[in-house]
Structures are given as C-alpha cells and as structure tokens.
C-alpha cells in the first residue's frame, strides 16, 4: 500500500491500525510508519484512499436513518 | 430608555442565538455577571484527552499535613489514626473565598489543584511521580516530597493490604486489565448519603455518640460476660467520629472567620459585604446545626460533600438536591419571599460550578474509561416521595434552568420520570436535552423502584428514595439502604465472554489462559455447546470481579477506615461501626457493571445464523478470520457485519438470544452473593469503557477488529447497526423485563436537532417517550447536537469550548475527549422521530 | 526579628490570640480571591515573601 501523503510503501500490515470509520464499512483509519499522517484505507482493496485531519469524516456522513432528519445526510 | 433599546438588542441577539443552535453563546448572554464570573473562573479539572490542562497541579500540602498527624498516632485503630489525620488537615489547610462566590468549601488549598488519596494504591501515588505537567514548582521539592510519601506508603496502602489476601491467581488475572477494571476499597468509591439523618446538623449527632460512649463505657464496668468483648472496639470509633465531626464544625468556622475578615477590613462594596456577613453567619450556623434557609441547606450540603472527599476519592456523587433542598426553596422564594427567583438561581448555579470545579487526581486508565471528567456525578431529579405521590418541586425546575445557564459537564442529572410528572417540568427535561447538554437522562420511576424491591428487597417506601449511585444504579437513601462503598468495582469487560468461549478460556490479546477450559469450538456439534461454553466464561468472569470486590469490602474497616462517613451513617454511629462494616444492617445493593455487553448478542447470532443455521462458513474460518483480525476477510467480515442480524432492529432471531443471555446472567446474579448475603445483578453500560477496551478485545464475529471502539451503550445497538429505525430499537429493548433481567440498562439516542425544535419537536420527543415509558424500558438518555457542529469542533476546538455531549453515564465537553471517542460518537445513528 | 503578627494581612482570633488567619489577596489566570492560612502569631516573618508591615 502506498501513503497518500508521502508515497511511503508497504504491505498494508505496517500501516498501523487505527480504528475502524464505522463498522459497516469497509473504511478504516490506519497510521503511516513514515510521515505518521493518519489516512483513510479501503480494506477491500488494500488502498489509502485520502488523508484524514481533524474534523474530516472518511466514511463522508454520519450513521443515520436516511432521509427522516435533516442533519442525516444520505 | 437606552436601557429599554439596549434591553431589546440583547433580547434579539439571543434570539438569533437560539436560531442557530448556539446555546453555549446563550448562556453567557442571559445568565447573571454572578454565575459569568464564577462559570468562567473554573479551572477545568477533567482530563483533555487523558491529560490534565495546563495549569492543574496536585495538591501537596493536604497530604503532607495529613501525614505529620497520621505518624504522630500510629499503633492507634486505624479509623482513630485517620479521625486525627483528617482533623488536622481541617484545621490548616489553606482555605480561600473566591470574588461573588456564595457556597463555600473547596478540597484542595488552591483553585488550580488537584487532590488525590495516597493511602489507597501505591501504583497511583508511582504514577503521579511520573505524570509531566502537575507536579507543582520547584519541582525538584515536591518530587522529593513525593518520593518519601511513596517510600512510607509503599506497602502500606490499602490495596496493598488487600493483594496480600487475594488468591494470586485470582490477582494476576485481574491486574492484566483484561477482564475489568476496578479497586476494592472504599479508597476509590462512592457512598449514598441520607440527608434526612444528616440535617440534624453534627451537633445532635455528636449528642448521639456521646450518649452511646456513655452507656458503652457503663457496660463495661459491669459483669464481665463475652458480650462485652467487642464493645472495647467501638469506643476508639466512636471517638474517630467525633473528632472528625468536630473538626468538620471548625473547618466551616474557618470559613466564616475569613468571610467577616473580609467583611470588616477588605470589602468597599455594600453590597458584597452584606453577603460576605451573611456568608459567616451560614458557615457559623451549619454543619453544627439544622439548616434554617436555602442557602444554609446548600452550604451544608456542599461541607458534607467536601469532607467526604477529604477522607476519600468518591468518585461518583449520589445526590437527589431538588428533593433536598426542595422544601427550603419554597420557604425562601414562595412563603417567606426572602429570595427572589433570580437570586436563588444564582445560588442553584453555583452549587453546580462549586461541584463542577472538585477535582481528584485519576490514573490514566480511569481518566481513558473516563474522559473529559473527574467521575460520574449523577445527580437524581424528580421521582416521587415514599408515598408515592410526584416529588417534583421548583428546585426541580430551577436546577433545570441553572444547567442551561452554567453548562457545565459535571454533575449531570438523571430524571425519574413517573406517570405523575407535570408537563412543565417535562418541558424543562427536555430544553436541557435540546440546549445540547445530554442530560438529564430519563429513568422510567415505576420500573426502578420494582426492580430495587425485586433484587433487594428493598421496601417499597424506602425504594422510593432512590439516588443514581453512579450513572446508573439505583439506592435507597435510608438508614439501612444506603450503600457506604463503590461495589461496582465488580466492573466487567463482558465482550471476553464470548472471546473466550471462542478460545477455550485462552485470552489471545494478553496471551494468557483466563477462564476455564471450555473446549475447542471447532469441536462443538451445535449452537448450544457454544452457548453453554459462553455461560460458563460468564459465570467465570462475573465469579473473580464478585469475589474480589466482596473481600475488599470486608476487609475495608481494616485496611483503609472511614471516620467521617461513619459519622454521618446512622447505622454506624447506632453500632459503633465503620461505615463499610457490611454487619451493621446494610441490607446490600451490589451490581456488576457491564461494559461491551451488547457484543455478545451479535456476536451469538452472526455464528449461529453463519455457521449453525446457514452453514455458509465453517467455524474454522471464522476462527482463521478473528485470528487475523479480519485483514484479508474483508468480504466474509462485511458479510458477518450486514446480512447477519443485528441488536436494535426488531430482530427476533437477535433478540430472542440477547434475552436468553440477560437471563442466565440473572440466574448467576442470585447465586452470587454479597457480603450481605444479597444478590449481584448486571447492569449494562459503558462509561468510556467500549474505548478503553478497544484495545484488549480482539476480533469478534459482529465485525469487529482489534482496536475499534465497542458499541456505546449498555443495551444500545451498534453505531450504525439499527437501520430500522428509532421505534424498532425500542421494541429490541423492550423485549426484555427491565425489572428482573438486569439492574438498569444503559440506552443512548442521538437525535436531530433541527426536527426537533420548536413546539412540534416537543411533541415529537413527548411521544417517543411514551412509546418508551409503555414498552417498560429503565433508562434512555439523547445527544442532540448535528455533525456539522461536532465536525467543526474537532477542526477548530478553540471555539467549542463549551459544546457537551453525552458519551455515556456522563456528559463532557466535546473537546476534551478523545479523538476516537468523538468520532465514536459522530458515528451513533441520529434517529429521526415521526 | 519580624513575626507574623506584625504584619497586615495578621487578623488573630478571637478564642486566642496567640494565632490567626493570614489574608492574603490572589488572582489566578482565571479567577481572584482571598486565601486565609492558619499561623502562629509569633511565628518568624523575616523570610516572608507576602510580609506587609503592619
């Protein structure tokens, strides 16, 4: 896997776990062992998909019930 | 008239506040430059993130006072060495009145600081040695002091003196920090306090003791006989209780000796001096006697609450002040009209600020388990009174209003909700709730009060009095139901159950075989020889932390001591006992906590639907995946996180498993005894816990990986997972008997603010609740803040100081916890309601 | 040598003036007010840092 911020290569095993973006998800978060950025990584595909900073949600939008409040975003 | 247009530009500025939600900026703009100054004066004193904020120091001149008297009286009883102890340090320890302040007393020498109880756990005193940032200048002085505090105490502690009688097994197990967390001493606890004994003011209850010396030391001057033998160790007690109630009297004597100081040779201002004298005449008049006004109830309560955290870390804060205080509000504003409503929310406000701003030094652990706080202090509002009839009254709805007010995270209140609740209290329930606070949390009476005469046999009357002794367990506060120590240490990680039903008792993260063997689960011919092995981890997890705790608990009186608190239980004070001695009429109200409970239940259904029913994987597979956790499953973990049923939705095949563990944990919890000879039932929730542990719990079949936060709550559904919306979640949980399957279970719902404002949303949360009320369910509390919001606060802290949310039992402010435990929180389902 | 009761911020008790409160005024970064210490009346102020002459 390569880190989206410093192009750092390895398996996906050396990028440390972090936790996952939500459990129904194949995001999770793992941390760089080179620039230590945290970045958002598709497990399916074994890719970093972005960078992800304070105040960023790597799944996009919270865990709700589409369409039945207006802060839930579909 | 430029007061009347200013007025107006302030009245449409709120408005515009309240528009956008914005209730912190609310707050400081309609509440009094009293509770400002004072609200804005605290020193923060939870952890940000696990860490202490600049500025916070540990307190060292408490324990070096307390220490001069305590070798000067060693060889005597234990609860008579620390009578003497605590005395002195009541006598000098630096003592201040803050500018506007009106409720006095403080457990520190400085507003800054922070205490901590050295003669509890000799790991905690090695740990604040080496915690960077709170070790007061010059540093290499206090460090020095430190060390030598270590030096004697090493040993000496009272969790020392407990490993010592511990089964080492039993020991090593349970400081892996695997299977649950706790310390069985009442040197970290919590105590419930009976206000209708304690209001006789010390005074009477020094005539009380004395009396009982008398007749003690006549009996032993008479015929020698066997019974008189255990009468030669009730006297150094009674004398411990005297000491420190006397020296409780002088403490707030100090306080109004300073308060007339300032009132005839420092203060310019009339009118503050006016209430520096009244604040005199309170600390002369209480806690030696009954309170006469509002402000004498307050103060008492707030020395009796000071003074227990002089002699120990209560960690939690029973309390139930609306019913308290209730009468003397409606004497001051109502009758005697004393007080105008705005002067006694001042006095309700600062009540608030003054317990917001008590700070106890934590471990790291307990301050991960729980974040952004010093402990879960969970005030009870509402309920009804032993008759029966609604316990309501205008300090109910003023200490509503004052939350709004001063925001403070801590102490949060839990409402009883009964039938008999007026809609106006109602509505102030749920302005706190739609302000963004978190609490109150909503505690359904009727169900509560059954449940704490079904497990306790507690009278009915007396049930009715329950307090929140924690976050979430109910205890009566009366002369025999009053719990005088923290029995939750009994505190379970209960995901392991069905991790090591998984593993044959092997626990794969600490590499170590934890409970029994139950045999290879390749091996199991069906669904019920895992489920059988899961009851024996159970009952396996549940029979160490029970045990444990029960020995600390006996052991108590002996290895740590509880003068003061002694001396306001009138058990105690009536035997000559220490407060903790389980033979003096404690008719028990013990419970295991529950943290990561829900887990087992998805974890249960995923194999028996998968590998039982379907036959779609082997357990060889399943096992392959967790000991990989999951990297290179990815599809078959989607498949077990999606397509297999999920806690929260209405799901029989899920429920129907969740009820059968709820019930043979209820089967054990008769089996387990306390010292009282009463039972140990379960109460599911989290604290922080599910991120705590999210390190030490490996891959579980709901999907789980090693390192991902557990669900929240103690009954809620999986962040996420409850895709059928809010009514299917309580009718999952209402699927269950919350009166004899469990002690209280734990409910969070975040909520959507914007479908809630205004009139309708009221109606809207009005009938959810009735849909909660009919479905029988204990407990249910609501965040209430948008993602936009929390998204913004994580980005940019500075500027959300003050946005609370709820993360468990507990509120704190959004910017103090974890990164993890936001996103955690961000991840709940916002339920939309309708 | 200069004691304790020599001082301003010296306010003796009542019940014995052999010992007293010393006042004193603070202001924290977040917050003002008045801290009392019990002393000795005739206790040595020489090294005080807070001794205001009476």
């Not at chain 2, 209430?275 to 006469?292: D, F, G, N, Q, S």
């Not at chain 2, 295991?592 to 779609?616: H, P, Q």
Request: proline share 5%.
């Amino acid at each position: 896997m390569k880190c989206s911020a410093c192009a750092f290569e390895a398996p996906i095993g050396k990028f440390r776990y972090l936790y996952n973006a939500r459990i129904d998800s194949s995001i999770t978060m793992r941390q760089c062992p080179q620039c230590e950025q945290w970045l958002a990584v598709d497990e399916l595909l074994g890719e970093a998909k972005d960078v992800v900073n304070p105040g960023e949600a790597p799944w996009g939008k919270s865990a709700g019930i589409e369409g039945l409040a207006e802060d839930v975003q579909v | 008239m430029g007061q009347s247009t200013a007025r107006t530009e302030k009245e449409s500025s709120v408005e515009e506040l309240k528009n956008r939600r914005e209730w912190w900026f609310v707050a400081e703009k309609t509440r009094s430059k009293r509770l400002d100054y004072l609200r804005k004066g605290v020193w923060k004193k939870g952890a940000i993130g696990g860490n202490y904020a600049p500025g916070i120091k540990i307190d060292l001149t408490f324990p070096q006072l307390f220490i001069d008297k305590w070798q000067e009286h060693e060889g005597e009883a234990i609860m008579l060495q620390k009578a003497h102890a605590l005395a002195h340090v009541l006598d000098n320890i630096p003592i201040f009145i803050t500018d506007n302040s009106q409720i006095m007393g403080y457990i520190g020498s400085a507003p800054h600081n922070i205490v901590w109880h050295w003669q509890g756990i000799s790991m905690v005193n090695e740990e604040i040695y080496n915690e960077e940032g709170i070790i007061p200048e010059p540093e290499e002085e206090s460090l020095e002091i430190l060390a030598n505090l270590n030096d004697y105490w090493g040993g000496r502690t009272a969790v020392d003196k407990l490993a010592r009688v511990l089964d080492p097994e039993d020991a090593v197990k349970f400081m892996s920090g695997a299977i649950g967390w706790g310390t069985p001493t009442s040197a970290a606890t919590y105590s419930t306090k009976d206000f209708d004994y304690i209001f006789k003011g010390f005074e009477a209850i020094l005539a009380e003791v004395e009396e009982r010396m008398e007749e003690t030391e006549e009996k032993l001057q008479g015929n020698p006989s066997p019974e008189i033998l255990p009468l030669y160790d009730k006297l150094p007690r009674w004398e411990a209780m005297q000491i420190v109630l006397e020296a409780g009297i002088r403490y707030a004597e100090r306080y109004a000796r300073l308060a007339r100081t300032l009132a005839e040779h420092f203060e310019s201002d009339p009118e503050r001096r006016e209430e520096l004298l009244r604040i005199a005449e309170t600390c002369e008049r209480v806690p030696a006697k009954p309170p006469r006004n509002l402000q004498e109830s307050l103060q008492f309560d707030h020395f009796v609450q000071v003074l227990s955290r002089y002699e120990t870390f209560e960690g939690a804060w029973p309390h139930r002040p609306d019913y308290i205080h209730g009468p003397y509000y409606d004497k001051d504003v109502n009758q005697d009209k004393r007080l105008s409503k705005e002067e006694a929310l001042d006095l309700v406000g600062e009540h608030l600020i003054r317990t917001h701003e008590v700070g106890i030094f934590a471990p790291k652990w307990a301050r991960e388990g729980l974040q952004g706080i010093t402990g879960t202090w969970v005030w009870t509002m509402g309920g009804v009174k032993p008759d029966g009839s609604d316990a309501c009254n205008d300090m109910t709805v003023a200490y509503m209003q004052a939350a709004r007010l001063v925001r403070v995270s801590n102490p949060t209140f839990g409402f009883r909700w009964h039938p008999k609740v007026k809609d106006e209290v109602m509505r102030e329930c749920f302005e706190c709730i739609r302000h963004g606070l978190g609490y109150p949390s909503m505690r359904n009476d009727p169900v509560l009060v059954a449940n704490t005469v079904h497990w306790y046999g507690h009278p009915v009357e007396e049930a009715r009095t329950w307090v929140h002794q924690a976050c979430m367990s109910p205890c009566p506060t009366t002369k025999y139901g009053c719990q005088p120590m923290r029995m939750a240490s009994a505190t379970a990680n209960c995901a392991k159950m069905i991790e090591y039903a998984l593993h044959d008792g092997y626990d794969p993260v600490v590499n170590m075989q934890m409970g029994p063997k139950t045999g290879d689960p390749r091996e199991f011919k069906d669904f019920e020889d895992l489920f059988g092995a899961w009851v024996k981890q159970m009952e396996w997890l549940r029979n160490i932390l029970v045990r444990t705790v029960n020995l600390g608990r006996v052991k108590d009186p002996e290895f740590f001591g509880r003068p003061f608190l002694s001396a306001i239980y009138e058990r105690a004070v009536e035997t000559g006992t220490d407060a903790c001695d389980p033979s003096n009429g404690d008719r028990g109200n013990a419970w295991v906590t529950g943290f990561t409970w829900v887990e087992n239940a998805d974890s249960l259904a995923a194999i028996k639907k998968f590998v039982y029913d379907e036959k779609k994987y082997t357990m060889d597979e399943v096992l392959d995946a967790l000991n990989a956790n999951w990297v290179g499953y990815e599809e078959m973990r989607l498949d077990f996180v999606k397509n297999a049923p999920k806690w929260g939705n209405d799901d029989d095949y899920v429920d129907d498993l969740m009820v059968r563990c709820l019930r043979e944990v209820s089967r054990h919890s008769k089996e387990n005894r306390c010292p009282s000879n009463n039972t140990w039932p379960l109460l599911p929730e989290n604290v922080s816990g599910n991120i705590h542990y999210a390190n030490l719990v490996g891959a579980l079949p709901n999907g789980r990986r090693l390192g991902d936060a557990l669900y929240d709550g103690g009954i809620s559904p999986g962040p996420g997972l409850d895709k059928k919306g809010p009514t299917a979640v309580l009718k999952s949980c209402g699927k269950f008997d919350h009166v004899t399957d469990g002690r209280a279970f734990l409910l969070n719902q975040r909520l959507s603010p914007t479908q809630l404002s205004g009139e309708k949303g009221y109606q809207l949360w009005k009938a959810y609740m009735k849909t909660w009320a009919d479905l029988g369910l204990d407990h249910v509390q609501f965040n209430m803040v948008d993602d936009a919001t929390l998204r913004a606060a994580q980005k940019d802290p500075e500027k959300y100081q003050e946005v609370i949310v709820r993360v468990a039992g507990y509120s704190a402010h959004f910017v103090d916890i974890s990164r993890k435990t936001q996103d955690n929180i961000i991840q709940r389902t916002v339920q939309g309601l309708g | 040598m200069a004691t304790c009761k020599d001082c301003k911020g010296f306010f003796a008790r009542e019940d014995d003036q052999d010992r007293g409160d010393c006042v004193m005024r603070v202001t924290d970064p977040r917050q003002a007010y008045y801290k009392a210490v019990p002393v000795e009346a005739d206790k040595d102020a020489s090294k005080c840092s807070s001794f205001r002459k009476r």
